[in-house]
Each structure stands twice: as C-alpha cells, then as structure tokens.
C-alpha cells in the first residue's frame, strides 16, 4: 500500500512539473528579451532568432566605435541636440550606444536592417523619437564629478561606468546614453527602464531635488 501511494505522488509530482514548465516555456522568459517589443522574432522578417536584428557573432560593423558585435544598419542622420539655459552638459551628436538606439528610433532605418537586407519596416508611434532630440532628455555628453559640482544638483557618479554604488545606472566611458536609463534586454520595469520610476525613484538616483 505504502509503496502505491508513494509512486502515485511521484507520479503526481511529475505531472506538475511537466506542466509547470509547459507554462513557464510558453511565457516569455522572465527578465529577458523574448516576448517583449525588442523581440522582433515573430514578426516574419526572414529569421526566427532574436538577437540578430541588433548582433552577430562575426562580420560585425565598426560604424560605431565600441558598439557590441553590431549587426543593423547604423543612421547618418544629423540630430538637433536638446539645448536649455541652465544645462551645464554639453550634448554633442549621438555616439555610442545612443547612435545603435535611434538607428532604429530615429525613423531613418529600417528596424529589419540587419544583416545585409535592406530594412522596410520603420518604427512609428510614440517610440519613434525622430531627429529632432530637443524635447528629450539629454545625452552622449560627460557625466563626471566637475559637471555634479557645477550643476549643484546632481548626484557625483561614483566611477567612469556607474552613478550609483547599487550599480543600477550605468555610464559608458563616463558618457550619459539611452542605455544609462533603458535596458533593452529586459522589460521588467516597464519601458525598458533599468528600474522602476514610480515616485521617479529613476530620476532622484542621479537628480537630488
Ligand atoms: C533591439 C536591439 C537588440 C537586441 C534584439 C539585442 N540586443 Fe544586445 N544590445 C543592444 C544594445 C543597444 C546594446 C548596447 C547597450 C547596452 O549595453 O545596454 C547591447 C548590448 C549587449 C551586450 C553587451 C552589454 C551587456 O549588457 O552585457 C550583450 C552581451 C548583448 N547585448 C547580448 C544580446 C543577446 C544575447 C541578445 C539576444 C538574446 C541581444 N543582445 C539582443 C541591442 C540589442
Ligand atoms: C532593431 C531596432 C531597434 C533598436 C536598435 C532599438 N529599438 Fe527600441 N524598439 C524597437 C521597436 C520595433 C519597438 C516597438 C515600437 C512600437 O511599439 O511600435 C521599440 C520600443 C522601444 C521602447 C518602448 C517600449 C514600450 O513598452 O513602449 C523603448 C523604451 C525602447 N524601444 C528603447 C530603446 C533603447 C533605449 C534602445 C537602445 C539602447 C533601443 N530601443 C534600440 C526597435 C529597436
Ligand atoms: C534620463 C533617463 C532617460 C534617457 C537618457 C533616455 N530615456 Fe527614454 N525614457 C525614459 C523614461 C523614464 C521613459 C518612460 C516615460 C513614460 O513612461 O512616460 C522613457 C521612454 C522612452 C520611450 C517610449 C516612449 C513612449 O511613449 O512609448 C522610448 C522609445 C525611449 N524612451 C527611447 C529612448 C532613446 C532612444 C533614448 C536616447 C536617445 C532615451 N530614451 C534616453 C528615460 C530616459
Ligand atoms: C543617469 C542619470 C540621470 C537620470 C536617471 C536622469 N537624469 Fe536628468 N540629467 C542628468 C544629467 C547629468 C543632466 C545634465 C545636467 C546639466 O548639465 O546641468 C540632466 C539634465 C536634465 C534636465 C535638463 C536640465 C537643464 O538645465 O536644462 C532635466 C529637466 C532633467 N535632466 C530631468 C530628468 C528627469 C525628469 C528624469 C527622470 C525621468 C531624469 N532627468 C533622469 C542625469 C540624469
């Protein structure tokens, strides 16, 4: 009887794991790109993988200093930086990881630009930021402690690759990007934020007031 009883639970057990993980493999991967708006795998450009639309292993292009293995089309276009009277910062053209952002955000690329097809579908909507960047937060400019110092206001970041000592918001060699906000791997928080912005916990991190 005993030994019945305990191959039933086994077996019971079995079933329910067999069908958690057939739930669990159906959802999207928890914290990871699968399923979010930056899996563009599903969409019938030519591919069912999910990483190639942005890199490659091999043949990488080298139109953007320090890009990871990029594999899209990069934009030419000429962007108006966000300008104010009280910016300390001085924002130049995009670089970096905010020039792989809006080779697709911009509106000028195709987001199926990669590899070598020529990109026919654009981004619309309110993701699109377009080149007119002077209504958005600014970036591609030096974050250091000179310029916490001159604005008064700011947070001193604690090193050239990260604000914060949690190491939530990163820099990229001292420069403020897209990518110090958003993290395009993961949606968790919303948005693609690197963490949640409810009471603009986001903003205070780097703001003091
Ligand atoms: C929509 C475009 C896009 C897709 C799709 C994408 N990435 Fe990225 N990835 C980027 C951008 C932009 C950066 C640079 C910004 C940054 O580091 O956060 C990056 C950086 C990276 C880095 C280096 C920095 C880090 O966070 O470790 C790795 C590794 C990486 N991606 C792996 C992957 C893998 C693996 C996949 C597929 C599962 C993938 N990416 C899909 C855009 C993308
Ligand atoms: C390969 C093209 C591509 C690249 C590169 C790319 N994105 Fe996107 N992104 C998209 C698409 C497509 C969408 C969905 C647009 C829509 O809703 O129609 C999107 C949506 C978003 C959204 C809105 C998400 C939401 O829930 O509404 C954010 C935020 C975003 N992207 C940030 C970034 C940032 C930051 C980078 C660079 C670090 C980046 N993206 C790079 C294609 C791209
Ligand atoms: C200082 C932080 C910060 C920086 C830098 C930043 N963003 Fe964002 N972004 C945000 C926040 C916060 C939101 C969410 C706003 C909301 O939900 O109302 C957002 C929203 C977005 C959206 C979604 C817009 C919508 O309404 O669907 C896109 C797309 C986006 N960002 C792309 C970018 C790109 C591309 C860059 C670089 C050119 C960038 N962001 C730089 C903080 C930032
Ligand atoms: C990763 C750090 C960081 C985050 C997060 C961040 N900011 Fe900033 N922000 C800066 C820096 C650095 C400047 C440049 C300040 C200067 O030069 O005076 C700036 C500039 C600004 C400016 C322009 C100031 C001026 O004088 O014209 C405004 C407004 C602003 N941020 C609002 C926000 C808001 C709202 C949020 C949250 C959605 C946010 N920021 C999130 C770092 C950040």
Same mark, same amino acid.
């Given at each position: 009887?005993?030994?019945? #009883?305990?191959?039933?639970?086994?077996?019971?057990?079995?079933?329910?794991? =067999?069908?958690? $993980?057939?739930?669990?493999? @159906? +959802?999207?991967?928890?914290?990871?790109?699968?399923?979010?708006?930056?899996?563009?795998?599903?969409?019938?450009?030519?591919?069912?993988?999910?990483?190639?639309?942005?890199?490659?292993?091999?043949?990488?292009?080298?139109?953007?200093?320090?890009?990871?293995?990029?594999?899209?089309?990069?934009?030419?276009?000429?962007?108006?930086?966000?300008?104010?009277?009280?910016?300390?910062?001085?924002?130049?053209?995009?670089t970096? #990881?905010?020039?792989?952002?809006?080779?697709?955000?911009?509106?000028?690329? =195709?987001?199926? $630009?990669?590899?070598?097809? @020529? +990109?026919?579908?654009?981004?619309?909507?309110?993701?699109?930021?377009?080149?007119?960047?002077?209504?958005?937060?600014?970036?591609?400019?030096?974050?250091?402690?000179?310029?916490?110092?001159a604005?008064?206001?700011?947070?001193?970041?604690?090193?050239?690759?990260?604000?914060?000592?949690?190491?939530?918001?990163?820099?990229?060699?001292?420069?403020?990007?897209?990518?110090?906000?958003?993290?395009?791997?993961?949606?968790?928080?919303?948005?693609?934020l690197?963490?949640?912005?409810?009471?603009?916990m986001?903003?205070?991190?780097?703001?003091?007031?």
């Open positions: 009887m005993r030994n019945v #009883t305990n191959s039933w639970h086994a077996f019971a057990l079995a079933v329910l794991l =067999g069908l958690l $993980a057939m739930v669990l493999g @159906a +959802g999207p991967a928890l914290g990871g790109i699968a399923g979010t708006k930056h899996d563009l795998s599903q969409k019938g450009f030519n591919t069912t993988q999910i990483c190639i639309f942005c890199h490659t292993p091999h043949n990488a292009n080298a139109y953007v200093p320090g890009s990871p293995l990029w594999n899209h089309n990069v934009t030419w276009s000429t962007f108006t930086t966000y300008a104010s009277p009280t910016l300390n910062a001085v924002p130049g053209q995009p970096g #990881t905010s020039k792989l952002c809006l080779s697709c955000h911009d509106g000028t690329v =195709g987001i199926d $630009a990669y590899t070598n097809n @020529a +990109g026919l579908n654009f981004i619309t909507g309110t993701a699109l930021l377009g080149t007119d960047l002077s209504n958005d937060h600014p970036v591609s400019f030096l974050y250091d402690a000179a310029l916490a110092t604005d008064k206001g700011l947070a001193t970041p604690i090193d050239d690759k990260y604000v914060d000592a949690a190491h939530k918001l990163p820099l990229f060699s001292g420069q403020l990007q897209c990518a110090s906000c958003h993290q395009v791997h993961d949606d968790t928080n919303g948005k693609f690197r963490m949640s912005n409810s009471g603009s986001l903003c205070l991190t780097c703001h003091l007031k």
